[in-house]
């Protein structure tokens, strides 16, 4: 079955977006199909306030544009309100454990909390203290959001995710795990290309693999032959410090016209932003008609909405 076939229920039996391990094709379908219900309500200006008076709090220890800008927007276009909580502004940039944040966050009546950080462990902690639904904004191992709505663009782009192939440059990082599970899931055909040493964890590797057609190599060619869609990120994750040694192994991987010849004619080139230009790609194909880039960046607010009722709108 794939996403274009799939009849929505209206829910999904989670209450917490961790990662994708263990969120079903069907699960990610209903998320789909929820964004592009209220995108095209958004866009025709109409209102869709399915979370009024419900809060979500942001819990930032890692400073982010489009995942504040979408969370924050999100919640208030869905009628409910936000708490912007920055590792400055709350005892956990002081050492208060994870554990006591939740439990306060629970008595104060917090619907849901979106948390954006380095530790995945940070995010479960959360998770298993709290009363409320926990979503990753992102973590040193995934990225869920960001990959919901790469391949919401794709089904956007395509009409169907069965089949088509994504190849990723660079490095082997929350991104490229986040990405092997999603499109694993939805019949997608997905490549990481990265060099030895910055190739994408073993363990999560295996389970994508487990789910659909996930495959690893250090070839240029051969990930970007046929392939529907090439994708990068930046080669240095925030709070990493840039490593002469890493930018040259993976500067061969740098997405180029040359690695955009060798894909589909029509094939189109995502980034999930922000984009070091000269380094993981080039001007001219980041800026060129391939380029979905910002359409990729949109459906940031429309799917992360669409897990927030979800996830937060249960009664």
């Keep these: 079955m794939d996403v274009s076939s799939y009849k929505p229920k209206g829910r999904i039996e989670h209450k917490h ?86 439990c306060v966050l629970s008595r104060y009546g917090i619907d849901g909390v979106m948390i954006r950080t380095f530790k995945q462990s940070d995010v479960e902690e959360l998770a298993k203290y709290g009363s409320f639904s926990v979503i990753n904004g992102l973590t040193d191992d995934f990225h869920p959001c960001q990959a919901l709505a790469d391949i919401f663009t794709l089904y956007e782009t395509y009409g169907q995710l069965n089949g088509v192939k994504l190849a990723y440059f ?47 190599t250090d070839n240029v060619e051969e990930a970007a032959t046929d392939a529907d869609a090439l994708y990068t990120d930046v080669f240095f994750s925030m709070g990493q410090a840039k490593d002469p040694a890493k930018e040259k192994a993976l500067m061969p991987y740098q997405v180029n016209a040359k690695v955009l010849g060798m894909a589909k004619k029509d094939a189109v080139f995502m980034h999930c932003l922000p984009a070091h230009r000269g380094e993981e790609v080039t001007e001219d194909v ?22 927030m009722c979800l996830l937060m709108g249960k009664k």
């Design 170 to 216: 660079g490095d082997g990082n929350n991104m490229a795990h986040s990405l092997m599970l999603a499109g694993a899931k939805t019949g997608m055909n997905v490549c990481i290309c990265a060099p030895k040493g910055f190739q994408p964890n073993p363990e999560i590797t295996e389970a994508a693999q487990k789910f659909g057609n996930v495959t690893v």
């Design 17 to 102: 977006l961790l990662n994708l391990l263990d969120y079903s094709a069907a699960d990610i379908y209903e998320i789909l199909h929820l964004s592009n219900s209220l995108k095209t309500a958004f866009h025709r200006g109409k209102k869709h306030e399915l979370l009024k008076n419900k809060t979500l709090a942001m819990i930032f220890t890692k400073s982010s544009t489009r995942t504040r800008v979408s969370f924050e927007m999100g919640i208030k276009q869905l009628g409910g309100n936000s708490l912007f909580l920055s590792s400055n502004d709350i005892q956990l940039g002081r050492g208060e454990t994870i554990h006591d944040t939740a």
């Design 286 to 307: 980041i800026d060129s008609t391939h380029s979905i880039i910002f359409q990729e960046a949109e459906n940031r607010l429309h799917v992360q909405k669409a897990v």
